[in-house]
């Protein structure tokens, strides 16, 4: 059974109809890569799986939970997958370790001494236990979003989407990120990232999809994506003749 | 000039501006306490509340911004017991200030809401927070942040603002200025020794806005 189903999913900005019908399963611990030009849907998609965006028709059911836009099927649905940003945003006015805790503690109703328990080792598991106290300005970028991963990581949810986490970071810290998104794949968790690392895509995702113009265009094992591009719009994004 | 400056009244008339500035620092207190908490809600409604609150919240802050704070007060003390709304003038004075602040604080702290990055809204939804949530818990000490010069001129305003007060008979430091002068005859010197006593207390409250500030907001540790 697929832990997220997308089934023929419409989203439209006033005239503009950016998604146009979109249907992928991803079954649980699967490590799924969006890749596609800009304004091809990808971050829209994502978006819709969270509910931040509304759709216009289709459905999106993760683990049972039905995407519905009222505050209950809302809630319901975040807490099953969590969500990390190009721009990180962390709280700035809490430390790390508040980040981490805060979700916990509002939304979980979980004592604070349970919640920073959790930020502790949700810290070290990206490996900044020594950053609890400090604030996201006296972060580097790739420390800051390890923080934004183990805030997420903190509401256990069973995915975790990524838009495209390392996009405004300076090229030496990429890796750093990736290595805790790699290690999370290792462990089993869910995960759904638009990338433009096609190298990550390739070694660490278990599906490739490329979307092009609002539509799925292609999809398939990494190896057949990259190695064996089958339409011209793949072949010329991903730079093959 | 044979004018002989006579500070002698000042020993005798203590008790009377003591009151005087205890009053006033009263009715800061608790006008920039009440007034900030009733700017926060009407932003949060106007910034990102229900849509049918809105207009009631503007209609009260351009009321507020576009009428004379003497008026206001006249109006609380003078025209709202036709109505059956009696209170003391203290409880008047108190009343205006909140309303006054909480008008112009509205405007101010919604500047430092509506400034809030897109994506510390979609932080907080996406961590399952309800709107109301992620306003109360991610966004609004940023806000704050943003604002708190503005915020403390405006409530350092209103303590000035606060000597109308006396108009209605509150006794406040001004009050009690006019009190002391209507008896010795020395307007100078009583005068000037007011204006030295706000002077002092609305650098005192500047400092205790900017410690307030030091505490609440984050800092790093370096640096």
């Given at each position: 059974?697929?832990?997220?189903?997308?089934?023929?999913?419409?989203?439209?900005f006033?005239?503009?109809?950016?998604?146009?019908?979109?249907?992928?399963?991803?079954?649980?611990?699967?490590?799924?890569?969006?890749?596609?030009?800009?304004?091809?849907?990808?971050s829209?998609?994502?978006?819709c799986?969270?509910?931040?965006?509304?759709?216009?028709?289709?459905?999106?059911?993760?683990?049972?939970?039905?995407?519905?836009?009222?505050?209950?099927h809302?809630?319901?649905?975040?807490?099953?997958?969590g969500?990390?940003?190009?721009?990180?945003?962390?709280f700035?006015?809490?430390?790390?370790?508040?980040?981490?805790?805060?979700?916990?503690?509002?939304?979980k109703?979980?004592p604070?001494?349970?919640?920073e328990?959790?930020?502790?080792?949700?810290?070290?598991?990206?490996?900044?236990?020594?950053?609890?106290?400090?604030?996201?300005?006296?972060?580097?970028?790739?420390?800051?979003?390890?923080?934004?991963?183990?805030?997420?990581l903190?509401?256990?949810?069973i995915?975790?989407?990524c838009?495209?986490?390392?996009?405004?970071?300076?090229p030496?810290?990429?890796?750093e990120?990736?290595a805790v998104?790699?290690e999370?794949a290792?462990?089993?968790?869910?995960?759904?990232?638009?990338?433009?690392?096609?190298?990550?895509?390739?070694?660490?995702c278990?599906?490739?999809?490329?979307?092009?113009?609002?539509?799925?265009?292609?999809?398939?094992?990494?190896?057949?994506?990259?190695?064996?591009?089958?339409?011209?719009?793949?072949?010329?994004?991903?730079?093959?003749? | 000039?044979?004018?002989?400056?006579?500070?002698?009244?000042?020993?005798?008339?203590?008790?009377?501006?003591?009151?005087?500035?205890?009053?006033?620092?009263q009715?800061?207190l608790?006008?920039?306490?009440?007034?900030?908490?009733?700017?926060?809600?009407?932003?949060?409604?106007?910034?990102?509340?229900?849509?049918?609150?809105?207009?009631?919240?503007?209609?009260?802050?351009?009321?507020?911004?576009?009428?004379?704070?003497?008026?206001?007060?006249?109006?609380?003390?003078?025209?709202?017991?036709?109505?059956?709304?009696?209170?003391?003038?203290?409880?008047?004075?108190n009343?205006?200030?909140?309303v006054n602040?909480?008008?112009?604080?509205?405007?101010?702290?919604?500047?430092?809401?509506?400034?809030?990055?897109?994506?510390q809204?979609?932080?907080?939804a996406?961590?399952?927070?309800?709107?109301?949530?992620?306003?109360?818990?991610?966004?609004?000490?940023?806000?704050?942040?943003?604002?708190?010069?503005?915020?403390?001129?405006?409530?350092?305003i209103v303590?000035?603002?606060?000597?109308?007060?006396?108009?209605?008979?509150?006794?406040?430091?001004?009050?009690?200025?006019?009190?002391?002068?209507?008896r010795?005859?020395?307007?100078?010197?009583?005068?000037?020794?007011?204006?030295?006593?706000?002077?002092?207390?609305?650098?005192?409250?500047?400092?205790?806005?900017?410690?307030?500030?030091?505490?609440?907001?984050?800092?790093?540790?370096?640096?």
């Amino acid at each position: 059974m697929s832990l997220i189903a997308i089934t023929e999913v419409k989203k439209r900005f006033g005239d503009n109809e950016v998604l146009k019908g979109i249907s992928i399963d991803v079954a649980p611990g699967e490590v799924v890569a969006i890749i596609g030009k800009s304004g091809s849907g990808k971050s829209t998609l994502l978006r819709c799986i969270n509910g931040l965006e509304t759709i216009d028709e289709g459905s999106i059911v993760v683990a049972g939970a039905q995407f519905l836009p009222d505050e209950v099927h809302l809630k319901a649905l975040r807490l099953k997958v969590g969500m990390i940003f190009q721009q990180f945003n962390l709280f700035p006015h809490l430390t790390a370790g508040g980040n981490v805790m805060l979700s916990q503690m509002v939304v979980k109703k979980t004592p604070k001494r349970d919640a920073e328990a959790v930020a502790r080792k949700m810290l070290d598991r990206v490996g900044l236990a020594h950053k609890f106290d400090a604030l996201p300005d006296e972060l580097s970028g790739g420390q800051q979003q390890r923080v934004a991963i183990a805030r997420a990581l903190a509401m256990q949810p069973i995915a975790l989407l990524c838009d495209e986490i390392t996009s405004a970071l300076d090229p030496e810290l990429v890796a750093e990120v990736l290595a805790v998104v790699k290690e999370l794949a290792a462990e089993g968790m869910t995960l759904v990232m638009v990338t433009h690392e096609m190298r990550f895509a390739r070694d660490v995702c278990s599906r490739v999809v490329f979307m092009h113009q609002g539509r799925v265009h292609e999809i398939g094992a990494p190896e057949d994506v990259f190695a064996n591009p089958r339409t011209p719009e793949l072949r010329q994004f991903l730079g093959v003749q | 000039m044979t004018y002989h400056f006579d500070f002698g009244w000042l020993i005798e008339s203590l008790p009377v501006l003591l009151k005087g500035i205890r009053i006033t620092v009263q009715l800061i207190l608790i006008g920039a306490v009440f007034g900030v908490a009733l700017g926060i809600a009407c932003a949060w409604v106007r910034a990102l509340g229900p849509k049918w609150l809105k207009p009631v919240v503007a209609t009260y802050v351009e009321l507020i911004r576009n009428t004379p704070f003497l008026i206001q007060l006249f109006f609380i003390f003078f025209g709202l017991p036709s109505l059956g709304i009696r209170m003391s003038e203290l409880s008047a004075a108190n009343l205006a200030m909140i309303v006054n602040l909480g008008a112009y604080s509205c405007e101010i702290i919604r500047a430092g809401i509506q400034a809030t990055p897109r994506g510390q809204f979609e932080a907080g939804a996406s961590l399952a927070m309800t709107p109301f949530q992620t306003f109360w818990h991610v966004v609004l000490v940023p806000a704050l942040q943003r604002i708190w010069p503005a915020l403390s001129s405006q409530i350092v305003i209103v303590m000035l603002g606060s000597a109308v007060v006396s108009q209605i008979a509150a006794e406040d430091l001004t009050f009690a200025a006019n009190f002391i002068q209507s008896r010795n005859f020395r307007a100078f010197e009583t005068y000037i020794v007011s204006t030295l006593i706000y002077l002092a207390l609305a650098i005192l409250l500047r400092q205790l806005l900017a410690g307030l500030g030091w505490m609440l907001f984050p800092r790093k540790a370096s640096r």
